[in-house]
């Protein structure tokens, strides 16, 4: 390494922020996948239970998974080696923790409508009440 790139100090906070943030996801979508692959293996399996059937399960595994769990890893890596790469520092830690406060916040709508019925339930990602509905 040369001085120049010794004397970059990467804090990494918003790395950790969205790798903590696709680690939780994960487990909040896998018990999703877990409670469908029940429903796959015994169809009777809660079946009294109106709000996890598989056809509300489903959708919300699967927009968990991907807004929850793969983007905010994507993005994760990005904060983590780009700097890295283009050997300088991010312009805020502070802004990109935010972001990944905000994202949690923002993806929420992403899975929430499924239990409740107000979602269409496709079987791609969809974001009830957002500009997708419309398909």
Not at 76 to 99: C, D, N, Q, W
Request: hydrophobic letters at 50%.
């Amino acid at each position: 390494m040369s001085t120049a790139e010794e004397s970059i100090i990467h804090g990494n906070q918003s790395a950790k922020a969205f790798t903590l943030t696709s680690a939780l996801w994960f487990a909040f979508a896998t018990t999703f996948g877990m409670i469908a692959a029940g429903y796959l293996i015994a169809p009777d399996f809660m079946a009294n239970i109106e709000y996890i059937h598989f056809g509300r399960v489903r959708p919300m595994h699967v927009n968990a998974v991907l807004f929850g769990f793969v983007t905010p890893g994507l993005v994760a890596m990005a904060f983590y080696y780009l700097p890295r790469l283009m050997k300088t520092r991010l312009y805020s830690e502070k802004l990109g923790v935010f972001s990944a406060v905000f994202w949690n916040i923002t993806s929420r709508p992403a899975w929430w409508g499924f239990p409740w019925g107000t979602a269409r339930g496709a079987n791609t990602p969809s974001c009830p009440g957002s500009w997708t509905s419309w398909w």
